[in-house]
């Protein structure tokens, strides 16, 4: 713990001197359309909101979106591997399952189960920013924000101003163990339409996985770390005229060493491949001046090939969903604006271990922005959803925030629900019970939670935010694998049969303090600062002592996390650090950086040279039971903007 509060009090007086303007570090008038639909900024909604934009995923060591959320505050990411291969997001101590990935404001999770999250197919090339809203978010968006919302907002959906003619640019990155990366990004534009795609590939031979300093030899010799991926997405879109249009397509492959990923099964040589597939149509437009209205339909359909053992048939699951949705915004007075929506998502699975099955969710909101006087701003909606698993829910919301010269409060109230997925209900379902394995469970319950969160901005100087929040959110039949009659001799994860259960209540509350901090120093010379710390607790008292959890208790007690980006006319530094104390006292930080040197030759044409460094200081450590993260990795990088 004291390494973690060390790490927090070190960025911390950087905070209090700067001298401009900042409304946010990293996207100063961020428009917010995560929390709410209408244009406002990322700390007026009354629920905090962290912003990443282009710009910053450029420059920051990330090669995924997942990996650029690792240093959000409030948020922890559970990696089974580097390069984002494979991760586990949560927010504010909730499941992985708990938490709603959008795309381009369409949902993005799968069917199957939250572990296919980071299984992403746009290239971060074609991303414009990517907003991260913590708490519960279901009245606009439905089932499955019981915790928190990822918002990726790619540059053609954005509509940003695209200068007419051809835009370019191809990369490579190469360095330890044998990794190479290919990028390349290409679009063109002409009166107000706009076409274009980007391509990404990353293999690596990885890391050899090692138990007590001995390699691990599976049935195809030496275990090792390594994966091959390819992601492509093209778009096509128009901005000029009554009506918008946007339509994407996007695909993404990877194969990869899951050696220990779900269990610690002496027999799991686990293998995986799994294929993404994401389609996306959209019309918007304006009624008059004061109504817009979109529809959205989108198509997804994921492939995960499942080899536990060479020895073991392969699972094999093709799930598909269809989303269609639709909404309007109207402009009643500068003082009140209201939306209302309505929505569908159908999905289904076909599988040799979890069966075919099909489900549906159809459901419709009304949501209101009120402000009755200037600094107080208030967002209230209710949404009501019909669910084949767990009939009707209605799930109301409400925001405030209060603006007091440099002071901001906050305040939220609101309630969500989640259905179980596939892999919970149907996982293993007809096989004999076997020790360190999951099995799922038909009658699981939806789970369900209330949300509630009190915060404070102080804006210490114009450039300078500081944001404390608490919260507290209260969930009923929260879902997990769980063995909750204990049983003498299997104390353990690899020696209980977990079962899916509904979980008695169980209440999460924790603090998170954040801090931004931008510095202009002439000449082209920025700063930027961010920092926070989050600590968390969940009471699960109700529960026999003894008994045995995969997910519910596994988030960090105290969470610390860094980003300093310096950039200049003639060099770019960027630095991540995360530190964590587990729920079992060990701790551990881990930082990664990148030097990056601008080069400009020819008219309006640049590259960039860089060098990453992650895992600076070589930790060795683990997110996911056993499975090995990567240790110190050297990266040699070259952009080229055409």
């Not at 390494?3 to 961020?30: E, G, K």
């Not at 996007?250 to 002496?266: E, K, L």
Request: glycine share 8%; with cysteine.
């Amino acid at each position: 713990m004291r390494i973690l509060f060390t790490l927090f009090l070190c960025c911390f007086p950087v905070l209090t001197h700067a001298q401009d303007t900042l409304r946010y570090a990293t996207l100063p008038d961020s428009i917010v359309i995560t929390a709410t639909r209408y244009a406002e900024s990322a700390q007026e909604v009354g629920q905090r909101i962290a912003v990443w934009d282009a710009d910053d995923i450029a420059r920051l060591p990330v090669s995924s979106f997942d990996e650029l959320l690792r240093v959000t505050g409030g948020v922890e990411v559970f990696s089974r591997s580097g390069f984002g291969v494979q991760s586990d997001i949560t927010i504010r101590g909730g499941t992985f399952n708990g938490v709603l990935v959008l795309v381009d404001g369409v949902r993005f999770n799968d069917a199957q189960t939250g572990h296919f999250l980071s299984d992403f197919p746009i290239p971060l090339s074609q991303i414009e920013r990517i907003e991260i809203l913590r708490g519960p978010a279901t009245v606009i968006y439905g089932p499955d924000a019981l915790n928190g919302v990822v918002h990726v907002i790619t540059k053609a959906a954005a509509q940003t101003t695209v200068t007419d003619g051809i835009q370019a640019s191809a990369g490579t990155r190469f360095g330890s163990h044998n990794f190479r990366a290919l990028d390349g990004d290409l679009s063109y534009a002409k009166a107000g339409w706009q076409v274009g795609g980007a391509v990404t590939y990353q293999v690596t031979d990885g890391e050899t996985v090692e138990q007590d300093a001995i390699p691990v030899e599976g049935p195809n010799g030496i275990v090792r770390t390594d994966f091959e991926r390819v992601a492509h997405s093209w778009f096509v879109s128009k901005t000029d005229g009554p009506v918008s249009l946007y339509a994407r397509l996007a695909m993404d492959w990877r194969d990869f060493n899951a050696y220990h990923f779900y269990t610690v099964s002496s027999l799991d040589f686990s293998r995986e491949e799994t294929r993404t597939v994401w389609g996306q149509f959209r019309l918007q437009g304006s009624l008059s001046g004061q109504t817009d209205w979109d529809v959205n339909a989108v198509f997804k359909q994921h492939k995960d090939m499942f080899n536990f053992n060479p020895q073991f048939t392969p699972n094999e699951h093709t799930s598909r969903h269809f989303v269609a949705r639709g909404t309007l915004k109207h402009t009643v007075s500068e003082a009140l604006s209201l939306s209302t929506g309505l929505s569908s998502w159908s999905r289904d699975i076909d599988s040799n271990n979890l069966g075919e099955h099909n489900d549906y969710t159809i459901g419709g909101y009304v949501h209101a922005r009120y402000q009755p006087v200037s600094p107080l701003q208030v967002y209230a909606g209710v949404r009501v959803d019909h669910d084949k698993a767990f009939g009707t829910e209605l799930t109301p919301q409400i925001n405030a925030h209060y603006r007091l010269g440099r002071v901001g409060l906050r305040a939220n109230v609101g309630r969500a629900v989640r259905a179980p997925n596939y892999v919970e209900q149907y996982i293993n379902f007809t096989r004999a019970p076997q020790r360190g394995r999951n099995y799922g469970n038909p009658a699981l319950k939806a789970e369900k939670a209330w949300s509630r969160e009190l915060g404070i901005d102080v804006y210490l100087v114009e450039d300078v935010v500081l944001n404390t929040t608490l919260f507290q959110r209260n969930t009923s039949n929260l879902i997990d694998f769980a063995q909750l009659d204990p049983i003498a001799g299997q104390p353990t994860l690899a020696d209980s049969v977990l079962l899916a259960q509904n979980i008695a209540s169980v209440e999460t509350q924790g603090i998170e303090i954040d801090g931004q901090v931008t510095r202009r120093l002439g000449q082209g010379h920025v700063l930027k600062l961010g920092a926070s710390y989050t600590r968390l607790n969940t009471d699960l008292d109700e529960v026999k002592a003894g008994a045995v959890f995969k997910y519910a208790s596994s988030h960090a007690r105290f969470i610390v996390q860094s980003t300093v980006q310096w950039t200049s006319p003639w060099f770019e530094l960027a630095v991540q650090t995360l530190g964590k104390e587990k729920l079992d006292a060990s701790t551990y930080s881990v930082t990664n950086l990148r030097v990056a040197v601008p080069v400009r030759f020819g008219t309006g044409r640049q590259a960039r040279l860089s060098v990453d460094v992650r895992n600076a200081f070589d930790r060795q450590f683990t997110e996911v039971l056993d499975a090995p993260m990567p240790g110190r990795w050297i990266l040699f990088g070259v952009q080229v903007r055409l």
